[in-house]
């Protein structure tokens, strides 16, 4: 593995004061529907309202002073390009995040709002990577991919160290998958510490499932989820790192998802995106599985568009 | 005054390990918005997803045990209806609850899962109040009005008291106003403490600003508003506590409620009903009056449809 608990620690050590460690929340009624101990790790209540914010300052505090005043740089219309302007804006550097042309207004103002500079292009893979080649060239800027990347790995693995250490005696963990850092970090700490590790992934979005089954990397695929956080495909390191420690990957429908995302809402009165509610439709889909465990899941984010839900009537 | 800090107190300790003490949260950005320093009570995540598991509670376990064992009786379609139930079913003593029979199911549901017999019955004052007549009479039940009554006053008011508790040298505290029980608990403790006191009360259902204003008890009004937790007229207990007390009743419009219900949700990615998202648009609506003060916030419940949403696409 190119990522140890070490690092993790390490990680945790630098990020501390710059993100929140978020809070565990738990439900008698989810637990009673599920007939297991669920504690959710709340990173939809994270800087920047997801666990990217974890990342993105571990990235860029790891970088040398004399490398990082050059900046750095990302593609992202998500939020990872939201959480590395924001850990940029704290060390006072530039951040430079290539955006492409249709992503929403809300999402560049997030990026703009934390000083980074946007730079626009193509909705195409080439015309990004091309841009991105671009400004680094041009700033020397260091590029910081949003998962594959040891640093983004370690920092987000922090969100798994707070919650084995939050939660006594946890059996499992369950983390969304999508390019994979966040799971790639469960899976060093769960490791380590002997609990089970399981990514909860979407049917039309199953590259990592696939990945794992067949021994190929599946690098083409076109996802199909409402699950707009997990459409990414899974990276090289994160790969690496979960094969043959990730327990399973559960490939979870959107519609159990969003009935999922309902029960968070309305018992927990907790906003959370589909991409974070996955993980306990996969909990609901397994009940045998997860029975009378102490399961930790983590919600990753909270960033919906209240006039747009994906609730029967709305 | 009916009820005394010392009333609180004593609520304080008989609930203690049966309600939540709910957590208090903040948010950097809505801090900025509103140029103060807010502080939010959540009993949105109180036990039955509201503050009146307190006073339900308070008023169940005051009650002596030949007296109890007869059980309690209410009249409500909302949370107080399932908060008795609740009370009631962790002292082991029946609960009845008179419904109208135009309730929606799920309320229904939230009683009779906590053990508690429903009483059905015409949707008109009358045929409650002699629904609930006959039911006392036949059961020797007590009957528990929903706010104006001195235990729920004295049980509503331990949100005060923990907030006060949980946030050093806080200035002032807002509660919605619908019957009074919340807001006259917050007026005990926080003239006490020598802070300020504010009620939100929907510019709908204005009748307890109309009672401060005018010296009379308004008892008739027919309230339109979006805050259906909001609907009742001040209580008889409720008014004579609040008046002389309460700094100002801030009447808001449902439009604003709405803005700072999505507020909450996308900031701070909290479910709450526009009856609790009324305290942050009144802070919203008067910035001059709170302008760097610390302000507590008592969100009180989270019962919504996300079916059914005021959000504009919704």
């Known amino acids: 593995m190119t990522v140890s608990l070490a690092d993790i620690r390490e990680a945790a050590e630098r990020i501390e004061g710059l993100v929140h460690r978020t809070s565990v929340l738990t439900s008698e009624k989810l637990n009673e529907l599920t007939n297991a101990e669920l504690f959710f790790k709340c990173e939809h209540l994270q800087k920047v309202g997801a666990f990217k914010a974890r990342g993105a300052v571990n990235a860029v505090y790891s970088l040398d002073d004399n490398v990082i005043k050059q900046g750095v740089a990302t593609h992202s219309s998500g939020n990872h390009g939201a959480a590395l302007a924001r850990a940029a804006s704290l060390r006072g550097v530039p ?21 980074a500079e946007i730079v626009s292009c193509e909705p195409t893979l080439k015309a990004r990577e091309s841009a991105l080649e671009e400004v680094v060239e041009k700033t020397g800027a260091t590029f910081i991919h949003p998962y594959d990347d040891d640093r983004i790995i370690a920092g987000q693995g922090t969100a798994a160290l707070e919650l084995v250490d939050q939660v006594p005696d946890l059996e499992a963990v369950i983390a ?28 039309g979005a199953d590259d990592a499932y696939r990945s794992l089954k067949s021994g190929e990397h599946v690098t083409s695929h076109v996802p199909d989820t409402i699950c707009d956080g997990l459409l990414t495909t899974i990276g090289v390191r994160n790969l690496e790192i979960i094969r043959g420690v990730v327990d399973d990957i559960l490939l979870t429908p959107d519609a159990d998802t969003v009935k999922a995302m309902e029960l968070i809402w309305t018992r927990m009165k907790q906003v959370v995106e ?6 306990l439709a996969a909990v609901l889909n397994n009940p045998e599985l997860f029975r009378n465990r102490r399961i930790g899941l983590i919600l990753t984010g909270g960033n919906v568009d209240p006039a747009n839900l994906p609730f029967s009537g709305c």
């Open 274 to 279: 589909p991409s974070s509610a996955i993980v």
């Open 176 to 203: 969304p998958i999508g390019g994979g850092g966040l799971l790639a970090g469960c899976c060093v700490v769960a490791q380590e510490k002997g609990i089970s590790v399981y990514g909860a992934e979407p049917d």
């Open 95 to 115: 951040a430079f995040i290539v955006v492409p042309n249709n992503a929403k207004q809300v999402k560049k103002e997030a990026i703009v709002g934390y000083g």
